[in-house]
């Protein structure tokens, strides 16, 4: 794959998984800069779709969050476009590689979350899941967006 096709996958890769996960969170009543009485109400009239909405944002997020930081050889990610940091200077391709390895931990963790929970069901709780890997929401952001905290 030519190098802007890999950028271009990896941006629509991003892109996906930001929208997904602020969609998440805006229906999780997790953003709070929205008000969130009238998305109470429609979230009690609508359940069943709200419910399922919920859990596909947060499972497109997760995978797209995956798919940027898989180490499988031969797959478009981060880890995986060694032509395109050729063209970095040896200062940014030190910073790419600090920054690099500070997501990988998180998302280390991330894809066992995908792998107990979407890919292969295991038979334990989804709290279970989450508080075993020790992640937390806000460090799925750290992925999108490396200059957020995690908290």
């Not at 995956?66 to 200062?91: E, I, Q, Y």
Request: charged share 25%.
């Amino acid at each position: 794959m030519h190098p802007v096709e890999q950028i271009n996958e990896l941006v629509q890769a991003v892109t996906a998984a930001e929208a997904c996960f602020e969609i998440w969170r805006l229906l999780t009543f997790k953003n709070i800069d929205v008000d969130t009485a009238a998305h109470s109400k429609a979230f009690g009239a609508y359940r069943q779709f709200f419910i399922s909405s919920v859990h596909a944002h947060f499972v497109a997020s997760v995978m797209a969050l995956c798919r940027l930081f898989d180490s499988d050889p031969g797959v478009v990610s981060l880890s995986s476009c060694n032509d395109l940091r050729l063209k970095l200077t040896s200062a940014q391709n030190a910073a790419f590689r600090r920054k690099l390895g500070i997501a990988l931990k998180i998302a280390n963790r991330l894809a066992g979350v995908r792998n107990q929970l979407f890919g292969h069901r295991a038979d334990i709780a989804i709290k279970r899941v989450f508080d075993k890997a020790k992640l937390k929401r806000d460090e799925l952001r750290c992925l999108i967006r490396p200059s957020s905290r995690a908290g």
